[in-house]
């Protein structure tokens, strides 16, 4: 075997550069740019007037309104019926995105039903309410239950609460704060308060101001408004101490629900283990 080295070869290189690229024509980067301020252009002009097509495009503030006139059209569908509203509630612990914070709004109607009419008196609700929220009620393995879209991405829902008590949920979603939610309750009280106060007196209750007073608006004109008191120191026999000022002939009487009406004002007593949530609402017109 030769030890020889062969000459006469070129030394190894790296390997070779990549070829350059086309360039792109001068009319086509034109064109791409012109696009560009073009699609942007679309954008804002959609964003700006385009109706929102998440419910991430709207924020609490927005909704407010819609979820205070929800609750006014629930309280006229009705009709004659003892609603009582239910004080706001804003959820702060849920999250739009894993890098945005957002909130709920759900405000809440109260509808006393005799035992046995709930369904009817849900479909009764549901039917009244307006054609475009597409309202129906369907039948559970958990009972009847309603529900609708008030628009904006709100949703309502309805269903039987407790013997004698239906509960409507008035319910936003997750979505941007904004500037908050600017509550519909500051309305003053009218003739609920007389109401309240004999309900509450004979109930061994004090007939100081009450605790809590909100209203919404109502489809036709006007507010629904309710106020509420809870007294702690129940009577012996409460249903039996309201008894007179249901005129004897109350609208519902269960052992957690008692309500009636009087002089135009809708009484309705919530007795619960400790306490008893005295409430009293004038309607909307239904």
């Known amino acids: 075997m030769s030890n020889a080295v062969h000459t006469g070869y070129p030394p190894p290189t790296g390997p070779r550069p990549p070829a350059a690229g086309p360039r792109w024509p001068?009319?086509?980067?034109?064109?791409?740019?012109?696009?560009?301020l073009l699609l942007a252009g679309l954008t804002w002009i959609s964003s700006d007037g385009d109706p929102p097509t998440v419910r991430e495009q709207r924020t609490l503030t927005q909704a407010g309104p819609v979820v205070d006139g929800a609750i006014g059209e629930i309280v006229a569908a009705a009709g004659g019926?003892?609603?009582?509203?239910?004080?706001?509630?804003?959820?702060?612990?849920?999250r739009i995105s894993p890098f945005a914070d957002g909130a709920t709004l759900t405000r809440a109607v109260d509808l006393a039903a005799p035992a046995g009419e709930?369904?009817?008196?849900?479909?009764?609700?549901?039917?009244?309410?307006?054609?475009?929220?597409?309202a129906g009620v369907r039948l559970t393995p958990d009972g009847p239950r309603l529900r609708g879209d008030a628009g904006e991405f709100v949703t309502v829902t309805g269903r039987p609460a407790?013997?004698?008590?239906?509960?409507?949920?008035v319910d936003t979603g997750c979505r941007p704060v904004g500037d908050d939610y600017d509550s519909a309750g500051s309305a003053q009280a009218g003739?609920?308060?007389?109401?309240?106060?004999e309900a509450v007196r004979a109930l061994?209750?004090?007939?100081?101001?009450?605790?809590?007073?909100g209203s919404a608006p109502c489809p036709d004109g006007g507010v629904t408004r309710t106020i509420r008191s809870v007294v702690d120191q129940l009577a012996t026999a409460p249903q039996a101490a309201l008894a007179p000022l249901a005129g004897g002939t109350p609208v519902v009487e269960t052992p957690q629900v008692y309500a009636y009406r009087r002089d135009g004002v809708a009484v309705l007593a919530d007795f619960q283990p400790e306490q008893v949530v005295v409430s009293a609402t004038t309607g909307c017109a239904g």
């Open 26 to 36: 001068r009319w086509l980067i034109a064109v791409t740019a012109v696009w560009a």
């Open 81 to 94: 019926g003892v609603p009582a509203l239910v004080p706001p509630e804003v959820d702060r612990g849920c």
């Open 118 to 134: 709930e369904q009817a008196l849900l479909q009764q609700v549901a039917d009244r309410l307006p054609a475009r929220w597409r």
């Open 162 to 169: 407790t013997d004698g008590r239906i509960r409507f949920i």
């Open 191 to 197: 003739p609920e308060v007389g109401a309240l106060t």
């Open 204 to 213: 061994n209750g004090s007939a100081g101001d009450p605790e809590w007073v």
